[in-house]
Each structure stands twice: as C-alpha cells, then as structure tokens.
C-alpha cells in the first residue's frame, strides 16, 4: 500500500499514523539502511527463535525494544518526509532506545545483583527507556494509548494523593522507575516476551507466505467455490480474508491487501460503496479469531493464563465459524435485496487448478497446524512453519532449474527428509540446507529473484512488527501499575458488586469499557487492560476464565468496527472511496454476530467447547455444545434477516420487528426465552414462507425458463 493511499485515509491520526508502517521505506540512502536494519532485526529474531543465538530473557526483550526503536522513529520520519530537523530528532531517539538495549546488555548481571536499589544510572536510562517507549507509540498510534499509559504511570507516582479507595501507599520515584524500566513487570513483562517470541516469528510467517503467493492462492479459491454465486464478490471477500486471517492475524494489515481486490471487486458488481468496505473490514478484523494462527492476543493469552495455546484455539473455533458464517449470511442477503448475481463462470479462476498450482504452499500451513493441536509451543511450531517455508520458496526455483522431472521429484524428497530432520537434529539441518539453497539459488535462473522475494519478507515482516511491538512495550506500563498498586481489584469489586444483582450488566459494563478504549488504541493493549481489570471480576461471577478473556478479547476487536474511530474502516476508506464512519455503520451491521456470541458464551460455555454452565449440566456437554451452535446459528439467520430487511422477499417493517425480537429471546439465557424464541422464530419464519410462496414461485420459475 502505497503512502499516497493512506495519506488520503481520513480523519482519525491513528489510521493515517499506522499506515506509515506500510509505506515503503525509500530509496535514498536512509531509506535503504532501514530496510537493511529491519532486514538484520527479522534475521536476529529469527536466530533467537532458533537458539542459534542465547541470550537471557531479560536481555533479548530489551534488544527487541531496543530494534523497534531504532527502526520505529527514523521510519515514521522518512514516511512523512519530515524537516532535517525532525529527522535528527528521530535518530537520536532511536539511538537512544538502542542505549538502553546495550546497558541492559553490559549491566544484566550487575542490575539483577542491585534489583530494587539502582543507582542513579540506572533511574537515568530507565528513564530513557520510558521517554522513547511513549515517543514510539506516539507517533505511530497517535495520544490515546500514550495518553491512558502515562495516567497509570502518574497513578504510581502521586495515587496517595487520592481519596479512598483509589489511593495507595506512596512509591518512590526511583521504585516506579526501577519496577517499569528493568526486570519483566513493567516495559520488558509478558506483552513484550511475547512479541519478542511468538508474535513476531507468525508476523515473519505470514509475510513469507504472502510474498510466495498465498494471497492469489486464497483469492483463486474464493473465486472459484463462490464468485458464481448470488454476491459472489462478497462471498469472495468473506472467505479470502478469513483464510488470510489463518496466516495473518492483522486486521487493518488484511484489510489493505485483500481489500485492494475484493473491494473494487463488489462495487464493480453492484454493492454500496460503504457495504463493500464494511464487508472487508468484517472479514478481516474477524482473522484475528480465526484459528490456527487467530492474532497476537491469542498467544497474550495464552501465556498470561498458563494454558497451551491450542486451548485458546479450541475455544475460539465454533465462534469463529460463527462470526464469518454471520458475515456470509449477511452479504447473500444484502445480494438478494438488490438483486446482485455472481460473476460468469467462464471469467473465474478453477479453485481446483489454483490448489493444484498451489497446494505446496498449504503444506507450512498444515504441519503448524498438527504442531499447534500436538501439543507443541507456539514458538515450535512457528519455527517449523517459517523453515518449512523459506524451504520451498528457496527450494521452488532451485527444482526448476533441474534437468527432468525424475531429478526434481528426488530434489523434493530430499529436501523433505531434511525438513522432517528437525525433529531429531534440531535447527541446525535446516539452516545448512538453507545456506545450500541459498548459494544454489545464485546460479540457476530466476534464483537471484527469489532471494530477493525473501529479502523483502524478511524487512516487511519487521517493519509489520513494529505497530505490535510498540504497543506490547507501552501497554506493560499499565500491567506493571497494576501489580505495583493492586488498582485492579478496585474496579473489579465494582463489577462484582454489580453482578451480584445482574450478571447482564456486569458483561455490559465490560463490553462499554473494552469498546471505549478500543476508540484510540489497538486489540492488544485494549485486551490486556480490560482482561487485567475484568477478567478475574468475571470470574469470582462464574463465568469461566478463558470464556471471561474471549469476551473481552472479541470487544476489543469490534472496537476497531465501531465509530468514530473504526480503524479497520478507515483503512478500507480511500480503497472503497467512502467515508470511514459510513463503512462503519455498516461494518457494525455485517458483525452483528460478534456482539452476541461472547454474550452466549457466557451463558452456555459449551459454545467455546467449555465445561460448566447450567445447559451442560442438564443435558451433558455434547448435547449442549449441538443445541447451542444450532441457537445461535439461527439467531444469527433471524438477526441477518431483521437488520438487511430481506429474506426471501424484502421484509415489511413488522416483520424485521418479529425477526428481531426472536434473535433477541434466543440470545438472552433467561427462564423461558429459548421456548419464546423458538416460537417467535417459527412464527416469523412461517409467516413469510406462507407470504411469498407464489412470488418466489414464480421467480424460480422465471429463472429455469
């Protein structure tokens, strides 16, 4: 994406500042040695993950805060073409940052033998590290999130001063410094090691498969299962981003690459511009809960509850399903209501062709996906899942360049058996088979272009990491107030005294505060904010911890839908050519079903494959898991119906009224609302089919005519 495209994005600074990271970085000379600097921090990451390099944690955080600085100031600079001036101030605070890395660096053993009582060295580069963490996260997301860091950080300092029961017991300056600026609960705590380790290691996955052509891949496939389809385009734009989200896990990232086709795409066929924009904006927020890979806040979550992330996977999956089935649901009814066709099937792509050209590139895909549900860590079988890939990109024009189709068939199992020699041998077959490919690679044709393409997924998988990066480092602030001063538990006791009259209210109440602060600042910080305040007040309510954290997950997500920030939306806006707020609204719309599903997991857990609730209890879990799915598919058919206005026929407003009514007495778990429901649903239901038999008749009709 171009900084011509964002540059034109709208009103929010946040979606315009964020979308400097997809600029290019240039090609003078600063703008080449960043993107050999982000070449050399995926590189070092890369090393770590493979302990190829050793380094204590505490150390290899401060070293991943230490590149995002470096990297973050002088690019933001260079994107927005700033005055010399700026651009000195850039550097030296990119410098800066790289400082506090290198004294975390020099001083690690002598720092953890005076732990909490530095000198005044120390309180000076802790410091330092503060200043350029906020800085960092500034200017690339805008005042909010700096904004609510630095309340939590003047909390610590002067929260004595404050009337019971928010006042605390008084922190020394240098205390709050030394608590936020070294060890792993503040800057360096858990957001960050994550980054540092899983998050960033799926980001470079990611970007590896796009550039091998993944992204053409899942849109030859969409095209081919649904473009012939009733509002094929937007059928096409479900799937495809759903299946990005598989390897993406960055909603505004899936909105500006598959957006840049699907979106031109459904306006070409008919749809409103701010439909078009909210459909991709739907599809691609909801890749951040879409398993295997889902967004970087599954493995926060996974790491803060201690479980193995394919729990986390587990429980996300039926409401995944949901929440895209929801979405195509949707946009076969806005097709209907005006009447949109598919395209031609003689001008779409044959998904069976595009798996068949395609189908090694699933392989990376299908082996991180067998890691992640065998039990093994996320960081694993990152590892295996990017190795696998840069394999067979290297391996790809290197097999073509071999004389005879015998010669290139024992090339690829050959090249498998190495990869399969992990599991005895360690990385280390597979960065020699690497470095082979590599050289191989210089001296077969087309071999010198791949090394290029890999080059390339090595800075853009950094620069990518750098949004995610900053806001794990400036969120750690705010969990670091909290295990400073305890001030959770105060908001906490508030919603549990609210639950113990009204269990409803308390998940309101949390979806307001995760939608609020989703209004300036991404799904990460949002969730680890609301989940350290919420989430150990839902669960002294009952409700199950991982099912307590998927709500307040899936909130912050719809945070980047909801007005007036909509970030998701105002990213799709200059590509729709639409103002954001209206994509919005729509957007809103087309997920209606991620507003009520964390509701219903509440309720009945079994939704998130989740022992516990009252349902489970009665029935068993199996009966319960089949009845809810069944429920909330035809809330989501009922709610589908009353907000487009159409089923089989455009609606009278009477009867969106009943289709609403019976969505929203199926969604609410309270005595006799399922009977209601049901019995409002068949009154709808039947009513319309009896209404419509003779025209939609003759439609179908017509049709075979």
């Known amino acids: ?92 605070l990119a ?41 960092a996260a500034y200017v690339l997301m805008g005042p909010a999130l700096p904004i609510i860091s630095g309340a939590f950080l003047a909390y610590c300092l002067f929260g004595q001063y404050l009337p019971s029961p928010l006042n605390h017991r008084g922190y020394d300056f240098s205390q709050v410094i030394d608590h936020m600026a070294y060890g792993t609960e503040g800057i360096y705590g858990i957001p960050i090691y994550v980054s540092a380790t899983y998050i960033f290691l799926f980001i470079l996955f990611g970007s590896f498969l796009e550039r091998a052509g993944m992204i053409k891949l899942f849109t030859d496939v969409s095209l081919g299962l649904v473009g012939h389809a009733r509002g094929g385009a937007a059928k096409v734009s479900v799937i495809s981003s759903g299946l990005m989200g598989t390897i993406s896990g960055s909603g505004v990232a899936n909105v500006v690459t598959t957006g840049q086709f699907t979106i031109p795409l ?71 209501k005006y009447g949109l066709h598919g395209l031609p099937r003689s ?16 392989l990376p895909l299908a082996v991180l996906v067998y890691l992640l549900f065998s039990g093994y860590t996320p960081l694993f079988a990152g590892t295996i899942g990017l190795s696998l890939t840069v394999l067979l990109i290297l391996g790809g024009s290197v097999a073509l360049g071999l004389p005879g189709q015998v010669l290139r068939v024992i090339f690829w199992v ?37 090394l290029v393409v890999c080059r390339d997924s090595l800075a853009e998988g950094a620069k990518t990491a750098l949004p995610v990066g900053v806001a794990c480092a400036v969120v750690g602030i705010i969990i670091g107030t909290m ?140 009966p319960a898991v089949v009845y809810i799915v069944f429920k909330a598919l035809l809330a989501i058919a009922l709610w589908g119906a009353a907000v487009i206005g159409f089923l089989r026929s455009k609606l009278a407003v009477w009867e969106r009224i009943l289709a609403a009514a019976a969505a929203f007495t199926l969604i609410a778990a309270l005595p006799i609302t399922d009977e209601l429901g049901f019995a409002l649903a068949a009154l709808f239901l039947g009513q319309h089919w009896y209404r419509t038999r003779t025209a939609h008749a003759s439609e179908e009709t017509k049709a075979d005519a």
């Open 95 to 135: 410098l800066a940052g790289v400082a506090v890395a290198l004294y975390q660096y020099i001083e690690y053993k002598p720092l953890l033998l005076r732990a909490g009582d530095p000198l005044p060295l120390d309180i000076v580069f802790g410091v330092i590290a503060l200043v350029t963490v906020f800085a």
């Open 266 to 336: 459904m306006k070409r066929f008919g749809y409103r511009a701010a439909f078009a924009g909210g459909v991709e904006s739907t599809a691609s927020m909801g890749g951040q809960i879409m398993p295997p890979v889902m967004g970087a806040v599954a493995f926060i979550m996974a790491e803060t509850l201690g479980i193995e992330y394919y729990e986390v996977v587990k429980a996300a999956i039926i409401p995944a399903v949901l929440y895209f089935a929801s979405a195509f649901w949707m946009v076969h009814l806005e097709a209907g």
């Open 347 to 362: 001008e779409l792509p044959s998904a069976r062709n595009a798996l068949r050209k395609g189908w090694y590139l699933i």
């Open 414 to 450: 050959g090249l498998g058996l190495v990869a399969a020699s992990f599991f005895s041998y360690g990385i280390t077959a597979i960065l020699i088979a690497a470095l082979v490919l590599i050289v191989a690679n210089l001296f077969v044709d087309g071999g010198r272009r791949t």
């Open 483 to 622: 295990t400073l001063t305890g001030v959770a538990n105060t908001f906490g006791q508030f919603i549990v005294s609210v639950g113990e009259t009204s269990l409803f209210l308390s998940l309101v109440l949390t979806m307001i505060t995760c939608i609020v602060l989703g209004m300036g600042i991404p799904t990460i910080p949002n969730y680890i904010i609301t989940s350290s305040i919420a989430g150990p007040a839902l669960l002294a309510l009952g409700v199950p911890l991982i099912v307590s954290h998927m709500f307040v997950f899936y909130f912050g997500i719809l945070a980047d839908l909801t007005p007036p920030v909509a970030l998701a939306c105002f990213a799709a806006g200059p590509i729709a050519k639409e103002n954001g707020l209206k994509i919005s609204m729509e957007a809103i719309k087309v997920a209606a079903a991620g507003f009520v599903i964390p509701f219903m997991a509440v309720y009945t857990p079994a939704l998130m494959l989740q022992d516990g609730g009252p349902l489970a209890e009665a029935w068993g879990y199996y």
């Open 1 to 92: 994406m171009t900084n011509t495209e964002t540059g034109q994005a709208a009103s929010p600074a946040e979606a315009e500042l964020h979308d400097h990271t997809h600029g290019e970085f240039g090609t003078d000379r600063i703008g080449r040695l960043l993107f050999w600097i982000a070449v050399v921090f995926s590189l070092y990451q890369i090393a770590t993950a493979a302990h190829v390099i050793s380094l204590p944690s505490q150390v290899a955080r401060a070293f991943h805060v230490g590149f995002l600085t470096l990297l973050v100031f002088p690019l933001v600079a260079q994107a927005r073409d700033s005055a010399p001036m700026i651009k000195a101030l850039a550097w030296t």
